[in-house]
């Protein structure tokens, strides 16, 4: 099957999130299992130019009404052929920033830029003379292209052509005034058809629902909980309307990156078979984040986004949050590496300076986010929603114990600690409050201290687990299967 990735992230080359690892293992993936695959995405600003190879002559990309004109450079994914395919255009892209900058945090012509992208789709093939079975497009800004595909496209070498739309995050939806509309191309009956109006503004990731073959999400919680109001951001109902074409799957990990036993970013390397070893990472994570070295207390990690769907107000609000009074009482350390919300950069650092067993690294650092999944105990993840969440399942293969809220992707990956019998892989709460997450992480140290012997179980058992890309690619070959029989 030849298959055509529409995205905005890919790593290595732009990341915010799990959105970009998840592309690029799962297009790695479907050609280990013989497909032929191909990614096409933005050329931001940081990723540099001279890295690429530039394709001979511009392409011109119709941007309605005006005709607009493009580079294409050219790279691949890393220990694969997969070709990734960058649209070149320095007004919009060639930018700080993916979606925008600290301060600005949706540029104001984002439904431009991403128009573009949707509209170069198109000409790219045609440029290319490479017509994709599948275009497979992920989350709201590169929702555009299955919309052109149902709308415009569906004809000559695409009349063949089907459409998946991943949801990613159903939070994030791109909505904007509707007199961006015309840059899509589409006729103005389509803002209707298509499913874009909202509210008499235009939102693209309800159109790419509305029009894509078929859909899918990245766990099989989430695809039923985005069918209800309180997940649904709006949206449930129409996702209830095409619940038939909705497929949750669940996202792998690439155990390339993300493998204790050869990751190249942590001091030491171990197995389940050599546990032992990993308390050299914890004391070199002590040492880094300036804590107390001590292999007896229990350093708890958090890595995220700091945005409301992590459950960040409940952990850090000023005055509320319960991390202040979890590293007051408990005998722990907490390890926080984040970036985003300014108010909660701040409260961090507030925190950090009240407290000696809390330190934090306000930023983004691929390095210490491995020593920190090496290095802790436990992994506290309480998140308001989680479509999938990679970090909870790197945690389960470091033997690092995953604290979680029941939500998406964390209730399909964490299986709740039995005090009676030691089963289970982690520690899952039902409710997102501070006083749920205090008593919550209180358990896990009561573990930790108590039943030394459950800790170690659950340790190996989590260790064991598979995430394999594999097994989701298949997944997604079904899913491209039934949208092409459409
Ligand atoms: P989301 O995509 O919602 O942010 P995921 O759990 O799917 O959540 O993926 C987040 C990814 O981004 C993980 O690979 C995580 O390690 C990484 N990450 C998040 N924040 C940081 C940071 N400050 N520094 C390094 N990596 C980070
Ligand atoms: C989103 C979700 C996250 C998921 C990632 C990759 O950013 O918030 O839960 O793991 O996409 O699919």
């Known amino acids: 099957m030849k298959i055509l990735m529409v995205t905005s992230e890919a790593v290595p080359f732009a990341k915010t999130g799990g959105l970009a690892d998840a592309v690029s293992a799962l297009a790695v993936s479907l050609e280990k299992l013989g497909h032929e695959v191909a990614v096409v995405m933005p050329r931001y600003y940081r990723i540099d130019r001279s890295r690429l190879e530039l394709l001979p002559g511009p392409m011109a990309v119709h941007l309605g009404g005006q005709e607009i004109w493009t580079g294409v450079y050219k790279s691949s994914l890393p220990d694969s052929s997969v070709p990734v395919y960058f649209i070149d255009h320095e007004q919009s892209f060639g930018r700080d920033g993916i979606y925008g900058v600290p301060g600005e945090t949706d540029f104001n012509d984002n439904p431009v830029r991403f128009s573009i992208l949707g ?26 292209a299955p919309i052109l595909l149902k709308f415009n496209e569906r004809h000559g070498e695409f009349a063949g052509t089907a459409s998946v739309f991943t949801i990613h995050n159903i939070g994030y939806q791109g909505v904007y005034s509707k007199h961006f ?5 589409l006729a103005w009956d389509n803002f209707y058809s298509a499913g874009f109006e909202d509210w008499d503004r235009m939102n693209f990731l309800k159109a790419g629902i509305f029009s894509a073959d078929k859909l899918t999400t990245v766990s099989p919680t989430y695809a039923r909980e985005i069918q209800m109001p309180e997940y649904g951001f709006r949206l449930d109902g129409i996702l209830r309307f095409r619940s038939g074409d909705l497929t949750g799957i669940l996202n792998g990990v690439d155990t390339d990156i993300w493998n204790p036993s050869t990751d190249k970013l942590i001091p030491q390397t171990y197995t389940a078979k050599t546990i032992s070893k990993k308390a050299v990472n914890k004391i070199e994570l002590q040492k880094r984040m300036n804590l107390a070295v001590d292999e007896s207390i229990p350093v708890i990690g958090i890595i995220t986004r700091l945005a409301d769907q992590k ?11 319960s991390a202040y009074q979890i590293c007051s009482d408990m005998k722990l350390q907490m390890v ?16 950090a300076s009240r407290l000696p067993n809390f330190r934090t690294y306000i930023g983004f650092n691929e390095s210490l986010s491995h020593l ?3 290095g802790s105990d436990f ?23 995953p604290i979680v809220r029941r939500t998406g992707g964390l209730a399909d990956t964490v299986e709740n600690y039995n005090e009676q019998t030691g089963t289970g892989t982690g520690f899952v709460m039902d409710n997102l409050n501070p006083s749920s997450i205090y ?3 209180g358990w896990a140290i009561y573990a930790w201290y108590n039943k030394k012997e459950h800790i170690n179980a659950m340790r190996l058992r989590g260790m064991e687990k598979k995430f394999g890309w594999d097994t989701s690619a298949l997944n997604y070959v079904k899913v491209y299967e039934s949208a092409l029989k459409k």
């Not at 960040?312 to 005055?319: C, I, K, R, T, Y």
């Open 311 to 321: 459950g960040v107000s409940e952990l850090f609000g000023p005055a509320y949050g």
């Open 372 to 374: 920190i999944e090496a």
């Open 181 to 185: 509309f015309p840059y899509t191309g």
């Open 119 to 144: 509209q170069a789709v198109f000409q790219l093939c045609r440029k290319l003379h490479w017509f994709p079975d599948i275009i497979h497009a992920h989350d709201w800004a590169s929702a555009l």
């Open 439 to 441: 008593n919550t992480v």
């Open 379 to 401: 992994f506290l993840m309480p998140s308001r929603y989680e479509p999938c969440g990679l970090n909870q399942m790197y945690s389960l293969l470091y033997g690092t114990l």
């Open 336 to 351: 926080v590496l984040g970036s985003g919300e300014a108010w909660c950069e701040n409260e961090l650092s507030s925190l």
